[in-house]
């Protein structure tokens, strides 16, 4: 009985801890695998995936980090060069869509820029397969509040950027890929 | 704690459920009034959106493949051949760019309002570095891309070199010809040839076969049809050598136009195709498909018999 209630207790422990931050839980997580390779000074959110699952989460979190940055890049210059193309067929997971939301931008005269402040970060799904690839949902808590976003010169009010929204994100690095891929942001709700 | 844990555990499992971006907001009316949602800099901003581009003209995809002296693969409107296929995605000459499939979500401006159908990003890059893209919406059972194995298959048979019909008739023009003396009619033996013409487009090849079948002759005052060359006729041959393709006039040609009847022969090829690569058809059948004409005239003239008693 004293064993059941510690492995429980164990559990929900190890569960709890990655809640996050000020307890809210940016939604469905994946199964950690039961490998007993669980370190103990795992940061919160990536308690109870093993130390090769979190190694990858790092790393594709990273990854996304710079195609933000990359990609932000060109919204703010508001064209669709060449150098953009590139950059999405290489890195996104569905170029075509990403290459579609910069022209219907650039098409539109619409310019954004202004810094994007991670209120949190969190695995939803940490995928690591050595033949498949690896696939990592995340979720991460956003303020936009400081974007400036202008079309055709004027600056446009953005009501909706005043929150902080939670966006969904698929990064995948594909067999025989040595880089993460990116997927468009799905808006959730106010974090 | 451990009430706590089961209590964040819930909270953890009531959060609604992520929507894609567009829909967010477009139902949600987020934007102010006279704005959409574009999605843009990792987020969602609200902007004017005019038409994104223009729907599609249905039927225009790549090449068109239609006439018979078109040559295959993708070309722009001057003339400048160009790849089907790039990692831009495939030739779309109706917009002279290259189509990729947009999943832009259904209920953003790129939808222009349409529930079906499908949006692509139409990119055209030049060599300064700048990319014209126009995201399109296309109507449900078209899209852009590469010619489809059938105007493949049209494209390759006018590449075909088709025989143009060697008249030879026995008479032999411009020897006259009786009424009533059967006229050997034939094409040489070497024009009997089954061809064959492939035509790639990206990863697609259309393999057309042309397998001759009849040849048609118009005599002037009728036609027939041949099922072969026919039988040359030679010299030294015996009123018994027969032939299957002969034809034996009834009336003299001292009433046409230069006092000759015309005659015309066309080789019926029975044409039919196959598909390799990536095809939304295996093959096809395309029946009986004509060559170039090949003409003569025989003059026809009536002979008088006397009768001695």
Known sequence: MLRTFVVLATFLVATCAACGQNGADPGPRGSPSTSTSVATSAPAELAGYTAKERQAYEGAVSAYEAFVKRSNHFYAVGETSVAAKDFYQRYSIDWATAWANLAQAANNHIKVSGPTTVVWTKPVTISVRSTAGDAITIKRCLDESKWTVEQNGKKLAQPQLKSPHVYTVQLEKRPRETWWRSGEPKLGATC | MLTRCLVALLLAFSLPVVVAVGPAHAGGGGCPPGTAPVTAHGGVVCAVVKTPGAPSQPGDPGSSGSSGHTPAGCYKKDGTEVPCQTSDGSWWSGQQCYAAPSKAPKGTPAW??????????????????????????????????????????????????????????????????????????????????????????????????????????????????????????????????????????????????????????????????????????????????????????????????????
Not at chain 2, 166 to 191: D, F, K, M, R, S
Not at chain 2, 294 to 308: D, F, K, P
Request: proline content about 8%.
């Open chain 2, 112 to 309: 222009q309002g349409h529930t079906n159908g499908s949006v692509w990003a139409c990119t055209s890059c030049g060599a300064s570095g700048a990319c014209t893209v126009n995201v399109i919406w296309v109507a449900p059972g078209h899209q852009p891309g590469p010619p489809s194995p059938a105007q493949l298959a049209a494209t390759a048979i006018g590449m075909l070199r088709l025989a143009k019909a060697e008249v030879h008739t026995a008479p032999a023009a411009p020897a006259p010809t009786y009424v009533g003396v059967q006229n050997w009619l034939w094409i040489p033996q070497a024009q009997w040839t089954t061809l064959s013409k492939s035509v790639t487009a990206g990863p697609t090849t259309v393999t057309v076969t042309a397998e001759p079948e009849e040849v048609s002759w118009d005599v002037g005052p009728t036609t027939i049809t041949c099922n072969g060359t026919g039988q040359p006729w030679t010299r030294g041959m015996t009123d018994a050598a027969t032939t299957d393709c002969g034809y034996t006039y009834t009336q003299d040609s001292a009433s046409q136009k230069d006092g000759t009847f015309p005659i015309t022969a066309v080789i019926k090829y029975h044409v039919a195709w196959t598909c390799a690569g990536p095809c939304s058809t295996a093959g096809g059948d395309l029946g009986l498909v004509d060559a170039p004409v090949g003409t003569s005239a025989l003059r026809v003239l009536q002979r008088q018999t006397v009768v001695v008693r």
